[in-house]
């Protein structure tokens, strides 16, 4: 790759008990995303694509590998440590939108700006433009109940870029909406993605979702292994 990788894993190995029984879920994975670059995830229910979003958030700990973002080491990072990277470099969007049901779409996005302690008059005029960009401009006072289902999720993409992450982690983005909202809020997301320099990863059974990414990768047997 051209780009230095925003995501860098190396060597990932994860695994859970069921019992006495240990369940091997990622053996030795390696994978590089680079920045502006989206990649779709894919692989069978069951296959590990959850558990890899997890680790790749700092959500999960790992059992051995290298996991670096942004150009940093996470592995052996303290709790209070991979935190703050999530807090500084990693945005989330899930398939269900996730929003404070008594928030309005702008206090919403505000949240993560908030704890993150930015100033608020430069945390107020980030989310706004963030809505703005997503067109959502004239919603801003509306909470999740006045949205319909694409424009919730337009929000947590804002949320999700609040605090100007460098890597995106998606989880089934479009899952829950009708073909040609989702085809529409691909779209918005994906230019989100180039035009703010993120590395993503998305996972998705979808393969017409995976088709508009700029690469696929398969998730096969706890190991990346490239195409459709």
Do not use: W
Not at 4 to 21: C, D, N, S, W, Y
Not at 70 to 97: L, N, P, W
């Amino acid at each position: 790759m051209s780009e230095p990788a925003v995501l860098k894993i190396t060597g990932l190995v994860r695994g859970f008990f069921q019992g006495e029984r240990r369940l091997e879920v990622l053996r030795g994975l390696d994978l590089e995303i680079a920045a502006g670059e989206a990649v779709a995830l894919m692989g069978p229910s069951g296959s590990g694509k959850s558990t890899l979003l997890h680790a790749a958030g700092l959500l999960e700990q790992l059992d051995g590998g290298e996991i670096m973002i942004a150009g940093k080491a996470c592995a052996a990072m303290t709790d209070r440590e991979r935190t703050a990277m999530r807090r500084e470099h990693i945005g989330f969007v899930y398939q269900f939108h996730h929003l404070l049901p008594e928030f309005t779409a702008l206090e919403n996005v505000l949240m993560p700006l908030r704890l993150a302690k930015a100033p608020d008059v430069e945390a107020s005029a980030r989310a706004e433009h963030l809505l703005a960009e997503l067109g959502l401009a004239d919603r801003l006072r509306h909470t999740p109940a006045q949205l319909s289902g694409g424009e919730q999720q337009r929000v947590a993409i804002a949320r999700a870029l609040a605090n100007q992450p460098t890597l995106l982690l998606a989880d089934e983005p479009t899952g829950n909406l009708d073909q040609a909202t989702a085809e529409l809020v691909l779209g918005e997301l994906l230019d989100m993605v180039h035009d703010h320099g993120l590395g993503t990863l998305i996972a998705t059974h979808d393969p017409l979702v995976a088709g508009r990414l700029d690469r696929i990768v398969q998730l096969q047997d706890g190991r990346i292994a490239d195409g459709p």
